[in-house]
């Protein structure tokens, strides 16, 4: 599937500028903006959403009237006819699946188009649409110039390989996107000869729990706050008789389980990469679309927020919660 991005600004002259002035980090290869009374409502798909949400939010448009959210959609790949849009209409209702919003097709080429479309069950959808032969996308193809095309200077946050990737995020620091941990369960701060601090797993499943419930981020173990790469050296210490990847892999499932976060397991990926001649762990972290995510047998409701994770109360829980997941199928019909 392809990712939308949607966010609400002010109904005014210039607010559209500004917004695409600060996504020009990215290849913008679909926009829609409609009317919303005061506000706008402004969905767009572009060649790296992950840098796009950065850079919204390194602009500020995290606001809450700005709803900034995510979205998996369908990207339909369609022959280029008179007829086909209304045949695939025709095709999901019959299959009980209700068109929620659509917009901007894109051409492909003289015989091919893909149009962007958000249905009330977007897996079952691409499943059915095999039956009449049609192919949804998990990316939009690019022109070979816009791939060449370097990015202006400062703002390839995320430009080149995975490892420069990488390096690029440590370099900016922590955000809303983005979190450092020193361990994962090696105290730095005791004295005592008994280094393991279950506490610090608590610490990492709170990040993972606020990435789930905001817009999904990055946690990377083994880097300091200040962004300098510690490794993985203590934590391996930790291990008993299995002091490798495997070893750390097994005590970080564990510690999901522990908190209550093993339902949200496709949520995650994550691997092992090596950062000069320091390892570190790289796990990201997808946004929950469907429920709120809640941490531990207390089911502390936690969001990222002004660069941490911040433990909302019950009534800003239920607040936040109306507004990311009851009110994102609402707002997305009106």
């Keep these: 599937m392809l990712t939308e991005i949607m966010l609400y600004v002010p109904n005014k002259a210039r607010e559209l500028s500004k917004v ?16 919303a009374g005061k506000l706008n409502r402004v969905r767009l798909i572009v060649n790296d959403s992950k840098a796009a949400l950065y850079q919204l939010d390194l602009n500020g448009y995290n606001k809450e009237y700005n709803s900034l959210v995510s979205l998996p959609v369908l990207g339909i790949e369609l022959p280029h006819r008179a007829g086909e849009l209304s045949r695939v209409a025709q095709f999901l209702g019959e299959n009980n699946i209700n068109i929620e919003h659509s917009f901007l097709t894109l051409e492909l080429d003289k015989k091919k188009a893909i149009v962007i479309i958000d249905t009330d069950d977007n897996s079952k959808a691409a499943t059915v649409l095999k039956d009449i032969d049609l192919r949804t996308c998990d990316h939009i193809e690019e022109p070979l110039e816009s791939l060449a095309s370097p990015l202006p200077d400062g703002l390839d946050i995320y430009a080149g390989s995975d490892n420069k990737k ?62 300098s790469i510690r490794g993985l050296e203590e934590d391996f210490s930790t291990l008993g008789s299995l ?17 209550g976060l093993i339902g949200n397991l496709p949520l995650i990926t994550h691997r092992f990469t090596d950062v000069g ?3 570190i762990f790289v796990v990201e972290v997808r946004r929950n679309r469907e429920e709120p995510v809640y941490l531990g047998k207390d089911e502390d409701f936690y969001i990222r927020a002004l660069s941490s994770s911040i ?9 936040y919660i109306k ?6 199928k609402k707002r997305s019909v009106k």
Excluded at 20 to 27: D, F
Excluded at 243 to 259: S, Y
Excluded at 323 to 328: F, G, K, P, T, V
């Design 166 to 227: 990488l390096e690029n995020m440590i370099k900016r620091l922590e955000n809303d996107f983005v979190e450092f941990k020193s361990t994962m369960r090696y105290d730095l701060d005791t004295s005592s000869e008994n280094k393991v601090n279950k506490e610090l797993g608590k610490a990492i499943c709170k990040t993972l729990a606020a990435f789930m419930n905001s817009n999904g981020g990055t946690l990377l173990i083994g880097v300091n706050p200040d962004s």
């Design 277 to 279: 001649e320091k390892r």
């Design 243 to 259: 002091k490798n990847d495997d070893g750390f892999l097994q005590v970080f499932r564990n510690m999901i389980e522990t908190w």
């Design 323 to 328: 507004l990311h997941w009851q009110s994102s």
């Design 20 to 35: 695409l002035e600060a996504l020009k980090v990215v290849n913008i290869q679909a926009y829609s903006i409609e009317d």
């Design 311 to 319: 433990k909302l109360n019950t009534r800003d829980a239920l607040t």
